[in-house]
């Protein structure tokens, strides 16, 4: 019974699609492609600095897409010598004009004792500018025990400029930062051979790693009186 309430008194809060592509059509009619190609059901890059880019003005939402992330294989591979780092730009203005503001989801890696482990990081544009590549401040970083390989990234904004990363399903990332709070693209940049997928935009922030569901006020009633009855119940 509290079940059929509760789907009852939903109200559209659910999340609602704005853009996606799986890729699954070799059809590139909607991005800009710079060294990139869309071949095999992916987007991806063909050069040291492949990029491209696709309209995408949402700044409340959630970004769903499958990212890359492999180790490098030789010693002059590093972002600072010309290789990009595979990242996506989920809200920025325009990739080719100054001053380019941007949140960015980033898979790197860092060097230890044992060897290279990968990175995921959540960045945005310098103050100062700069490319996207050489001046940055970093907001968050994770390291990534699962080691290289694809991974399934869920991005949410809220209106507070909260920002939530999942990484396959598990929250890895949170932080609040208000500088920048609109978009006009959403941007893939990566080196030789990395590739993205799945893209989903829609327009509803995760709660918990879960869409946001809003509920009306008899449902929280509900709620609570069933919640005292079980515990009066258990006494």
Request: charged share 20%; hydrophobic share 45%.
């Amino acid at each position: 019974m509290l079940l059929l309430l509760l789907a009852l008194a939903m109200r559209p809060g659910v999340a609602a699609e704005v853009w996606s592509d799986d890729f699954e059509d070799d059809n590139h009619d909607d991005w800009t492609l710079n060294s990139c190609t869309i071949s095999d059901g992916m987007l991806k890059s063909v050069s040291s600095s492949g990029s491209a880019y696709h309209e995408s003005t949402t700044a409340v939402g959630t970004w769903s897409f499958d990212l890359e992330a492999e180790g490098f294989t030789t010693g002059i591979d590093w972002g600072w010598q010309g290789y990009i780092f595979p990242a996506v730009f989920f809200m920025s203005t325009h990739p080719e004009e100054t001053p380019w503001q941007f949140y960015a989801l980033v898979t790197t890696q860092v060097s230890t004792q044992d060897g290279f482990i990968p990175v995921v990081e959540l960045r945005k544009n310098s103050p100062n500018g700069g490319g996207a590549f050489y001046t940055w401040v970093k907001l968050a970083s994770y390291d990534i025990e699962e080691g290289f390989g694809w991974k399934h990234f869920d991005v949410s904004r809220t209106a507070g400029g909260q920002i939530t990363v999942l990484m396959n399903g598990a929250q890895v990332l949170q932080v609040t930062d208000t500088d920048f709070d609109s978009s006009e693209y959403l941007v893939f940049m990566a080196g030789k051979d990395r590739g993205l997928d799945n893209i989903v935009v829609d327009d509803v922030p995760m709660t918990s790693g879960l869409p946001l569901i809003i509920l009306g006020p008899a449902v929280l009633a509900i709620t609570i009186v069933t919640v005292v009855l079980v515990r009066r119940r258990a006494a």
